[in-house]
């Protein structure tokens, strides 16, 4: 392909071309820090009218060198394109927390021992600095008599998919606070309780287990949800902004007593560890 210069300044001697990298047959060579695009400047001169010639036909070579500093491919992009960087954060392993908080969840509580008039505020949450924003969910929590998941004695005060089930309890006041305070934190609150199986007791210890998820922003689903009872209207609602519709038949009162009644009212305390 045969281009001409675009400014030519005889004073100077010089000629400008304005070329793109990838016109005029340039090739590209890539190396570890590098990309290289390389090409040749060929001067014929015009044969004059004598029949005597003092110049030659030349071959300059020119090479255009620059840093590679992220991914970069001479092809469009498309959409399910995932830069390589992206994906070396995706792979870094996630840490989450489930926390017991104080009274205006400002930090952590300092006690481990509550009272049954006592609610209990939670936090769950995830760092997700080094990722694509994330959305966090508690898909279920569990209160059980000791940290073996075969604990004879338990409560499922979450599931469904994230589904706040204690709210359905008369003397229950249990909700996840909303809107959230950020989508990578979920907080909820629950009324203290004990077993009554072994209500002669005066200090139960009570382990909490929860199974927490985190999704990309805007995959909120019936699999993906953080929903409370709304006992003044009676329906089901969610942190992030929506009624949903949940089978009742799944979520009645009498499905949540579980294996092993529990109480909220009389003489003990509960521990947390």
């Known amino acids: 392909m045969q281009v001409l210069y675009n400014f030519l300044n005889l004073t100077a001697m010089t000629a400008t071309f304005d070329v793109k990298l990838r016109d005029c047959g340039s090739e590209i ?49 498309q959409p399910t394109w995932i830069p390589i960087f992206s994906t070396k954060m995706v792979n870094t392993s996630l840490t989450f927390r489930l926390t ?19 609610v209990l505020n939670f936090e769950a949450s995830v760092d997700s600095s080094n990722h694509y924003p994330m959305q966090l969910f508690v898909d279920r929590c569990r209160a059980s008599e000791s940290a073996s998941m075969d604990s004879s004695r338990s ?10 089930v204690d709210g359905l309890q008369k003397d ?3 909700t996840f606070k909303h809107p959230r ?18 209500a002669q007791n005066p200090l139960q210890e009570i382990y909490i287990t ?47 007593r579980e294996s092993t009644p529990m109480a909220r009212s009389g003489r003990g305390q509960w521990v947390n560890l």
Request: with cysteine.
């Open 172 to 174: 229950s006041i249990a």
């Open 29 to 77: 060579h890539v190396t570890d820090d590098k990309f290289i695009y390389m090409n040749k400047l060929v001067y014929i001169p015009v044969k004059p009218d004598s029949v005597i010639m003092r110049t030659g036909r030349t071959v300059l070579p020119i090479e255009c060198v620059y840093n590679r500093v992220t991914n970069v491919s001479s092809k469009g992009l």
């Open 100 to 118: 017991l908080m104080n009274d205006n969840w400002t930090a952590p509580t300092t006690t481990k021992t509550f009272s049954l008039s006592s």
């Open 155 to 164: 409560y499922n005060f979450i599931k469904h998919h994230g589904c706040l």
């Open 210 to 256: 929860c199974q927490v998820k985190v999704v990309p922003i805007g995959q909120t689903d019936n699999r993906n949800k953080a929903c409370f009872y709304d006992k003044m209207h009676s329906r089901w609602l969610s942190v992030d902004g929506m009624i949903l519709s949940v089978d009742a038949a799944l979520l009645e009162p009498a499905v949540l």
């Open 181 to 198: 305070v950020q989508p990578n934190v979920l907080q909820f609150i629950i009324n203290a309780f004990y077993f009554s199986s072994d």
